[in-house]
């Protein structure tokens, strides 16, 4: 028995022996932290940050919590890459105030940090490489706006209530409407955690109770995916934009299912973080904010190689 | 209490019996199998990375067990039951919100506030203990129904928004402080993990010296033998999920504290990890067997996995594979040992 407990015990420390990725001690290692690792846009972030490491030569490690509410999370995971002392630190903050303890040790041991995504509340971060969501939301109410002729009933189906992005996106959309739009009435909100089976029932239940509705905005990649089902679901056709992109919802794009999506700039924002980050190690100056940008895309412009390269699959 | 005095007697000597044969007999072993795996795990990221074995990163894997720890010493009362608990993470979540309540929103004292925070956690075990002891649901369906409540609840009175403790400037010290480094200042464990452990001692000693916990093992042995015993069934099966509510409501206070503040959107998810915890330390999901030691020690052969393989810069997709297989080899060794015996 005990032979069998110690050949088990073996044969999971050589299993774990051989995941490892052995690492020189002179070279410049930089942890990035960040809000999730399973979603595309995430991957596009960890893309960027890879592809600049690899043209400035330090290494890399690209970490997040598998849901954005796990705050306690992704502290344990800021804590545990502290203690490998590392040149600098990119970190995309859950909550912000949550963190500070860990920020402020960072910054007793000199460490930079580089803010990115929403970014940090502090003045700890040396910058933040991030997009203008607010802009970016008000965008797409304008576009919306402008393709149901400035007027009628509009839903929103957001990731949640919590999150920076998610309001951010939101007010940045109610805003502009109530703003320059007055005759357009957004009838409902709703949240759907990004997730796109309960997205898809929420929109089935919008278009169910607004008979009239002439658009909807789903506010994240999980979110439009949800819509885009719920639409075709319900048979009605309507104008729906997104945000982000992805395979499915690029595809609805060029086939006129998805009048159009907001789109980030993922991949800068992670060679943002790397390429701030070795700056900071320079000693070079860095501004207190880096928009990396965004950009309206649709049917005419989705193939177009400046938009193509900022989408993911 | 209408209780024929010798049958209780007699069942109470059953119980302590069976209970001492499994302290000097297979528990006793399974924790020292379990230590073993622990000690295993640590000196192999010891000698895979220098980091690991720094104080500093050992005090951070301590300080990541306490929550998970406390949810799985709440667990194990009712695992050992037979019963199952979903509800601990979100009814962590609704506790830290509720603390939150009482201490940002109404600013009563800190003291009061945990009280009150506690009391929720009591009052939502007192709910699920009555679904299952009176209403005879399933407990893993009462306590899902209550997961849901409590998350909702969480999210409804937090407002969607977290919030905080800015103005309680002692509440962050609860997790945070450190009692431990006032007297020995080169080794500041953090005040949530001496609660981790003051809890453990505490619900061993429950366990083992009180009525209440022979009768928790009676309960998950055979139910029906200790009813025809004459014991009051219901009612120590609600005192149980009243005590493990109440451990929750711990759970809260402690990661309100380290996050200073109270995460509404939390919780899902957590349940599992402190089961997983609460198996891997060798307490049987069909009841009757059972330490709090051994759960901590699962609780903490998680955190160093997690941990560790962090460290070791393991990518996170893999991360989560190891644990899975560590999760499913450390019950599958515990079943062949179990069959041996």
Redesign the interface.
Known sequence: MLNRTQISTLLVAAALGGAITVSRADETYIPLISKGFQHQFWQAVKLGAEQEAQKLSVKISFEGPETEAMVDKQIDMLSADLAKHPKAIGFAALDSKAAIPLLKKAQAEHIPVIAFDSGVDSDIPLTTCATDNIAAAAVAADKMAELIGDSGEVALVVHDQTSRTGIDRRDGFLNEMKAKHPKVKIVSVQYGGGDQLKSTEITKAILEANPNLKGIFGANEGSIIGVLHGVKESKKKLVVIGYDSGKEQIEAIKSGDEAGAITQNPIGIGACVVESAVKALKGDKLPKKVDTGFYWYDKSNVSDPKIAALLYN | MAEPKTATIEAEERVATTFRAQVFGSIARQKL?AFA?LI?LMV?FGF?SP??M?V??LL?IL??TA?NGVLAIASTFVIITAGIDLSVGTLMTFCAVMAGVFLTNWQLPLWTGVLAAIATGAMSGLLSGTFVAKLKLPPFIATLGMMLVNKGLALVVAG???I?F?DSENFSTIS?GSMIGYVLPSLPVPNSVLILFVLAIAASAVLSRTALGRYTFALGSNEEAVRLSGVNVDRWKITIYVLAGAICGVAGLL?AS????A???????YELEAIAAVVIGGTSLSGGTGTVLGTIIGAFIMSVL??G??????????QIV?TG??II?AVY?DI??RR?L
Request: aromatic share 10%; charged share 15%.
């Open positions: 199998f795996s295993v192999f895979a980091a690991f720094q500093e990163n951070g300080q990541s929550v969607d928004k977290p905080y800015s945070q990661i380290r996050l200073n503040s995460q509404p959107a939390l919780g899902q998810g997690t941990n393989l962090r460290i070791l810069s393991v990518p996170q997709e893999w190891v297989v560590i080899l060794i062949l040992r041996k």
